[in-house]
Structures are given as C-alpha cells and as structure tokens.
C-alpha cells in the first residue's frame, strides 16, 4: 500500500518556524558580550569588535567562521537609544547557478566572507550617519551605535543553517545574534528608540530585515529605517546584455539560502514569496508599524550598469530609452513611500549609487540628505518640502537625464 505523501507546509509557516528556531538559537548560543564604556572606548571613534559562536548561533561568514559586530557605547541621554549600520558589498550565491551573479567562493577569505581578519577596533570615520564627531553628525553622535561586517553576501536575509558547497549565508542569523548579544547585555529592553539603516546590500537588508528588528525591540521604542541605495527594482535587462531580472536573483537566493522575509507579506504572496525581499512589495507590509525614510537616486548606477547590464560609460541615444524607463520605474515603485503621509524620501536625479549622508552635494532642492533626514527624523519644518519628500524637483519623465547640477557624477 502507497503512503499518502506528507503535505507540504505554506512559505509563511515556513518562515515563522525558522524564525522562532533562529531567535531561540540565537539567543541560546550568543555567549559574545558587551559592556560600557568597553575596554579602550574613546569619545571620538572607537569601536570594539563582538564575535559570535558561528556554530552555536547560527550566525555565520560564508567560510564558516563566526560572524559579529563593532559597537561605540552613547553618552548622556542618548545612551539608551541605538543606530545600526548594516555594510554594504554586492551579493553572491553559493554555487551560483548563473554566469552573472557572482559566487561565493570568490569571497572566502575575505573580509566579505570570513571573519577571521577582522581588526579588533575599528573607527568607521567613513560612515556620517554614526561618526562619533559633534561636527559632522550634529544630531547623533552621542548616540550608542553598531556596525555589522557584511560577510553573508545574501543581502542579510540567509537562515540556511547547512552549508551549501561548503559556504554558508547566515545573514538574517547575523542579525538575530545581535540583538540576543543586546538582550543578553541587558541593553535590549533599555531601548527608547532606533534606526536601522545601511548602503546598498545594507540598505536592502535594512528593510529585509526592519519587521523583525520591529518584533524584537521594546514596544514603547520607536523604530526608524533608512535605507540608502538598497531601493531595487525588478526591470528587464538591458536587451542582449544576459543579466538576470531582480525577481529571479530573488528567487535564487530565497531558495539557496532560505532568506528571511517579511512575515505578513509572505502570507499574502505564497506563490511568489521571494518578491518580499525586494521594497516595493514588502513596504507596504512594514511601513505600517515603522517610521520609514528611502534615499535612492533615481538613475542608480549599480542598477542601470551592473545589475541590468546597459553598457559602462556615457549613454547613447540607444540607451537613452532604456535608462530614461529606469527613471520612470523608480519613481513609480516609489509611489507607497511618496503618497505616506509618515514617510520621507530622499531621491536626487543623478547617475550614482549611494546617496551621501554628509552635509555635501550632491543636493536636491539645496538640501543634503544628512539635513532632510535629520528634519524628518526630528519633525522640524522643512520650507522647501514640507512633508519631506524630497524627489528632485527638476526631474521629468521626458526631461534631461541627470538633470541635477550638483550630482557629481555629471
């Protein structure tokens, strides 16, 4: 007599069990410590390494070594409330299927896939959003701060407690270790507010990850997320050019790496869960509960060029289409965070990939991104724009292409 093959389990189910396994794992193995002042703090940079147990925590780098994190303790009465930066680099996947996503085996024995070089100190002097400099950071510097090394590749959504090829993509894991080492300090529920943001695969896995950073965190804490350059957008490829559209890299890494993704939109999107990895489709599942600010510029360079293959140098007039519908995309996937009435967006019309966080160009409307943001996040008034969305006043669907004077990539 055949047996009855057993059912299947829906996405969702899937991922609130790895979820509840991997903050349990987490919070059960994350020996790492933390205390402040830490041991050689000074005022102005220093930031002291935690490492993790890889095996016990789950929270691996792609060569199997234990993950971690940099932390700078606050001061005064910004003690208690915490920036995260997550560190962008790109993505890969173990064993890539595909001759244009990289693989990751590239990485490994790297700082991008190994943790075993990592300095014990570090200053992050490069990072505005969480300098320690009173000048250059007005608003935050006193805040506590953690910096995440990327060394997942999986744009910090990989649970995949198995190696694949001998490579492991833990960075949703990476993630959960932090805050059990925060709760297990006692800093957790001492929280009284929060951002999360980061650059490129660290603004993806920003708003990857902002739901459960929302779970975890003290209610009565708000929870801020401001991802910069990690807004893709799902286009087909430039004609000819053999790269792979956003939805399927995706697909390809939800299934390698059983990504985390946004829980209710999960649930709604069986069929297609691995579209809630990218902002537009999952926004507006977390942009209920989460104070949401989007820096994107609207001609991302890493996009156009590298993700969506048009071809490295100046845009022709055979070219021009393709970009100038990249443009319209943008905007258009953008429209949820510019109709919210709590959001705010940063969206400079200009070929480059990353918007600066420092009080420099490029500007939109004579504004940076440090000061609209900082405006946003503090409800100060704001003349030019008024409810802080700040899509560069001089772009048009039929208008000149990087039409920004200040964009330095002109």
């Given at each position: 007599m055949m047996k009855r093959p057993v059912p299947l389990l829906p996405p969702f189910i899937l991922l609130l069990l790895s979820y509840v396994y991997f903050a349990w794992c987490a919070s059960a193995g994350a020996a790492a410590t933390m205390q402040c002042p830490h041991p050689g703090q000074t005022p102005s940079t220093q930031f002291q390494l935690v490492r993790f147990d890889g095996a016990e925590t789950g929270a691996r780098c792609i060569d199997g070594t234990g993950a971690g994190f940099y932390y700078h303790c606050g001061s005064g009465s910004d003690a208690d409330k915490w920036i995260i930066w997550l560190v962008g680099g790109g993505y890969c996947i173990a064993s890539s299927p595909r001759p244009d996503i990289q693989d990751c085996r590239v990485r490994v024995g790297t700082a991008q896939g190994s943790s075993a070089h990592w300095a014990n100190t570090t200053n992050q002097a490069g990072v505005p959003l969480i300098s320690?400099?009173?000048?250059l950071n007005p608003d935050f510097y006193a805040w506590s701060k953690i910096v995440i090394p990327y060394c997942s590749g999986d744009l910090y959504s990989g649970t995949n407690n198995q190696s694949v090829s001998g490579m492991y993509q833990n960075g949703h894991n990476i993630i959960a270790a932090t805050f059990a080492t925060l709760k297990n300090a006692g800093f957790l529920p001492r929280i009284k507010e929060l951002?999360?943001?980061?650059?490129?695969?660290?603004?993806?896995?920003?708003?990857?990850?902002i739901d459960y950073v929302r779970r975890v965190v003290p209610s009565s804490a708000p929870v801020s997320v401001l991802p910069n350059a990690g807004w893709f957008i799902n286009v087909e490829p430039y004609p000819g050019s053999g790269k792979t559209p956003v939805a399927e890299v995706a697909l390809l890494l939800y299934k390698s790496s059983l990504s985390y993704a946004n829980v209710e939109c999960v649930k709604d999107n069986v069929a297609t869960p691995w579209l809630c990895l990218t902002g537009n489709v999952s926004?507006?599942?977390?942009g209920k509960t989460v104070r949401t600010f989007i820096a994107e510029n609207i001609y991302d360079i890493n996009q156009i060029f590298g993700q969506d293959g048009v071809p490295a140098g100046k845009i022709t007039a055979k070219e021009c289409p393709y970009v100038r519908n990249f443009g319209a995309t943008m905007i258009s996937t953008l429209d949820d965070v510019i109709k919210s009435p709590q959001a705010g967006i940063y969206a400079p019309a200009c070929f480059l990939h990353g918007?600066?966080?420092?009080?420099?160009?490029?500007?939109v409307g004579g504004y940076s991104l440090q000061t609209m943001f900082n405006d946003w996040y503090f409800s100060r008034p704001n003349t030019a724009f008024p409810t802080y969305k700040a899509v560069d006043?001089?772009?048009?669907?039929?208008?000149?292409?990087?039409?920004?004077?200040?964009c330095h990539s002109q």
């Open positions: 320690n400099n009173q000048t951002i999360l943001s980061g650059g490129s695969a660290g603004g993806f896995g920003a708003h990857i990850n926004y507006p599942y977390w918007v600066d966080t420092a009080e420099r160009v490029p500007g006043p001089c772009w048009s669907p039929q208008g000149k292409l990087s039409c920004n004077p200040t």
